[in-house]
C-alpha cells in the first residue's frame, strides 16, 4: 500500500473543523490508514468533567474498530499552530500501541493549511510500549 501523507494530513486537518472543544479551542483532528487502503478519521470531543474528553486519535481508532479494520498502515494528527504541531498525548500513544506495530508510521501537521508535515513511528513516540 503505497502511503500518501500529504492526502493523509488532509484528512485530519478536515477532520479537526469538527472537533468538538468549546473549553479548550483546541481542535485535533486524526486519520488512520487501513490496511485496505481505507481512511478513517476522528476528532477531539470534549465534555465538562475534562478526564473523559475522548482525543481524535482515540476516536479514530474506535470508529475504525467498528468499521471491522484491524490492521493499519499510518496515522496523521493535525493539531496545533504553526511551528509548534502536536503529538499523540500519552494515553493516545499506549492506545495505538494496541492496535498499531511500533514501525507505523505517524504523520503530524500543525492545523493552518500548508504547514509543514513531521514524520515519525508509533515507536519513537512510545519507546518500550507494551501491548499483549
Do not use: W
Not at 479514530?60 to 494528527?77: I, P
Not at 504523520?107 to 513511528?121: D, K
Amino acid at each position: 500500500m503505497q502511503i500518501q501523507p500529504q492526502a493523509l494530513v488532509d484528512a485530519a486537518r478536515a477532520a479537526a473543523q469538527n472537533a468538538l472543544a468549546p473549553y479548550s479551542k483546541f481542535r485535533v483532528g486524526a486519520a488512520l490508514l487501513a490496511a485496505d487502503g481505507g481512511v478513517v478519521t476522528g476528532f477531539n470531543i470534549e465534555i465538562a468533567s475534562y478526564g473523559l474528553t475522548l482525543c481524535a486519535e482515540r476516536a479514530a481508532m474506535v470508529h475504525a474498530l467498528c468499521r471491522g479494520h484491524r490492521k493499519f498502515d499510518a496515522l496523521a494528527l493535525c493539531a496545533g499552530v504553526a511551528g509548534n504541531p502536536a503529538t499523540p498525548c500519552g494515553a493516545c500513544r499506549q492506545f495505538l500501541a494496541e492496535f498499531c506495530a511500533p514501525e507505523t508510521p505517524v504523520f503530524y501537521s500543525a492545523l493552518p493549511e500548508g504547514s509543514p508535515i513531521l514524520q515519525t513511528t508509533l515507536g519513537e513516540l512510545l519507546p518500550n510500549g507494551f501491548a499483549m
